[in-house]
């Protein structure tokens, strides 16, 4: 089983900054694919970033150049950082974790959610 604990959430006004973070614990073997995902209210969950092993990462349009995602892969942990947030951000972030777990079997798992909200 595989744990996914974030933090780093919060209240901010427009044009703040905000950084995520995402813990992974548990039977771990090997992370592969880590990213973060939003949910707007009313609104489907969206890809925001996302990270491979090897440091590639891709974004939404609407984050490039003020989201910035990364890794420490020994401590197994994703972040988001978020700069001159906007009120259309506001949205529960969850982390997403992809691998393999210790008897090498593939996993995905989901962090529990984190509110980001922007307002003045």
């Known amino acids: 089983q595989v744990l996914l604990v974030e933090s780093g959430g919060g209240k901010v006004q427009p044009g703040g900054s905000l950084r995520l973070s995402c813990v992974a614990s548990?039977?771990?073997?090997?992370?592969?694919?880590m990213g973060w995902y939003r949910q707007g209210p009313g609104k489907q969950r969206e890809l925001v970033a996302g990270?491979?092993?090897?440091?590639?990462?891709t974004s939404a349009d609407s984050v490039k150049g003020r989201f910035t995602v990364s890794r420490d892969n020994a401590k197994n942990t994703v972040f988001l950082q978020m700069n001159k947030l906007e009120p259309e951000d506001t949205a529960v972030y969850y982390c997403?974790?992809?691998?393999?777990?210790?008897?090498?079997?593939?996993?995905?798992?989901w962090g529990q959610g984190t509110q980001v909200t922007v307002s003045s």
């Open positions: 997403k974790v992809e691998g393999f777990d210790t008897d090498l079997r593939p996993f995905g798992s």
């Open positions: 548990g039977s771990i073997f090997r992370i592969e694919a």
């Open positions: 990270i491979t092993r090897e440091g590639r990462t």
